[in-house]
């Protein structure tokens, strides 16, 4: 696929076949990651690659927080919310990306900013192969529980987390808010 054609394909993915990955894809897909910009060339990020029963227990922490932020949905829509919560939509693997954790909050965003294009390059890449992702910082919640079925420690930062799988489909593209870009760009001459 065409790299503009990948930009504007990628869609978050709530649904998804249960068939599993290669290893190979899963590494090809990381490197992309491990491609990406980084403040200072630290390359601060990690990944983690999660299924079997540490997937499950992120799931019920995932629903149990899916279940009050959608407390006043309509109730078709809360169900499969809370569903896709539960068991990260059904993907075979949720990737989750660190970056060193820091105090100071100019690096704390330098190392959280460098994370997240090694994030995006990662959602891009899954595109590029035909699989399925979701950027989500929801599950970090209740960032104690992932802490403490993974094993992160507190030298750490939790950025964001992605299941990874081959979609059951690619849910339409929400429109822009902005498409001729007349808003959101300010040319200053
Ligand atoms: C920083 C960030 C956090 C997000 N957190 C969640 C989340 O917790 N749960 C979820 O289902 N989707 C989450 N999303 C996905 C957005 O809802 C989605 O990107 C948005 O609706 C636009 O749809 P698209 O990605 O298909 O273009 C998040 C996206 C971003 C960039």
């Not at 990948?6 to 290669?22: G, T």
């Not at 990381?30 to 992120?58: H, T």
């Not at 420690?153 to 808010?177: D, H, M, Q, W």
Request: charged fraction near 25%.
């Amino acid at each position: 696929m065409e790299f503009f054609d990948v930009i504007k394909n990628r869609r978050a993915v709530r649904q998804y076949k249960p068939d599993l990955l290669s290893k190979e894809d899963i590494l090809k897909i990381l490197d992309a990651g491990n491609w990406a910009p980084s403040g200072r060339n630290l390359q601060q990020w990690d990944f983690i690659v999660v299924s079997g029963e540490k997937k499950i227990e992120m799931g019920k922490s995932y629903k149990v927080i899916s279940e009050v932020y959608t407390a006043d949905w309509e109730q078709s829509a809360r169900d499969a919310f809370v569903q896709y919560a539960a068991t990260y939509g059904g993907a075979p693997v949720i990737i989750v990306v660190l970056t060193d954790a820091d105090k100071i909050p100019g690096i704390r965003k330098m190392n959280l900013e460098s994370a997240s294009a090694a994030m995006e390059n990662i959602l891009l890449a899954a595109r590029a192969l035909g699989l399925g992702t979701c950027w989500m910082t929801g599950p970090l919640q209740d960032e104690a529980s992932i802490r403490q079925i993974l094993h992160i420690p507190e030298s750490k930062e939790i950025v964001a987390v992605t299941p990874l799988g081959y979609p059951v489909a690619f849910p339409e593209a929400p429109p822009r808010l902005d498409p001729e870009l007349r808003d959101k760009v300010s040319w200053i001459e």
